[in-house]
């Protein structure tokens, strides 16, 4: 059981496809994070939002457009995607941004499938 | 930059003891999560360290010690159910973590 909800769980799209993930979160955190996982990588942080303020870019291409309307919601929207961008995108939550024991809780993954 | 790793395979046979390196390089520290994840699942948290020593929780122990930039994750007694793929993250002076690549441990019977 998870308090992120992440839809929809696997996507396949085009490169010239305009598509969004949507995470949701129950726990009501007020930071929420993108990660991207590919294949024997490690994960990779991608934007951070804290109270709907975008406190992180780490160097994301710009066909990636997060948006956070609120503490519960984010959505990352993918637009003329690269095949290299095929990957498991994470989404995950955490009370505030990274205090003691704070830790993140991730949701189940969008497994996007770029042809 | 950060530098995070792990062996990227382990194989155990059940009820044995199975130990998980991790070894880092980062520019701060700010604590240090092991986290496991099953196939097509989300990582979920398993211990958390920021002081030098052991924490224990049941069949799992983490290890740290800050000075040699290292910890050790043990999972005791193990069953079918802790084959998966466990992650060692380091969090940063402030809030990122970052990632090794994962340790996928497989139990046989």
């Known amino acids: 059981e998870t308090g992120v909800t992440q839809t929809p769980r696997h996507l396949v799209m085009g490169m010239t496809n305009k598509k969004s993930l949507k995470c949701e979160q129950h726990l009501g955190h007020n930071a929420m994070y993108w990660y991207k996982q590919s294949a024997k990588k490690p994960l990779e942080l991608?934007?951070?939002?804290?109270?709907?303020?975008?406190?992180?870019?780490?160097?994301?291409?710009?066909?990636?457009?997060?948006?956070?309307?609120?503490?519960?919601?984010?959505?990352?929207?993918?637009?003329?995607?690269?095949?290299?961008?095929?990957?498991?995108?994470?989404?995950?939550?955490?009370?505030?941004?990274?205090?003691?024991?704070?830790?993140?809780?991730?949701?189940?993954?969008?497994?996007?499938?770029?042809? | 930059g950060q530098n995070i790793d792990q062996p990227t395979e382990m194989t155990a046979t059940e009820g044995a003891i199975v130990q998980i390196n991790c070894t880092y390089q980062t520019s701060g520290f700010n604590g240090l999560f092991w986290y496991q994840q099953h196939a097509g699942e989300a990582p979920t948290f398993l211990s958390y360290n920021v002081l030098d020593g052991l924490e224990e929780k049941g069949r799992f122990s983490s290890f740290l010690s800050r000075s040699k930039g290292y910890s050790y994750l043990l999972l005791k007694e193990l069953q079918m159910k802790d084959s998966a793929s466990y992650l060692c993250a380091v969090r940063d002076g402030n809030y990122k973590l970052s990632f090794g690549a994962g340790t996928t441990v497989t139990v046989r019977a």
């Open chain 1, 46 to 115: 991608m934007f951070v939002y804290s109270l709907e303020e975008r406190v992180e870019n780490n160097s994301v291409p710009s066909r990636f457009s997060p948006e956070c309307p609120n503490s519960s919601h984010l959505f990352l929207h993918l637009h003329t995607l690269q095949p290299e961008d095929s990957a498991l995108y994470l989404c995950a939550s955490s009370q505030d941004l990274g205090q003691g024991v704070d830790t993140q809780y991730f949701g189940p993954g969008t497994r996007l499938t770029v042809l």
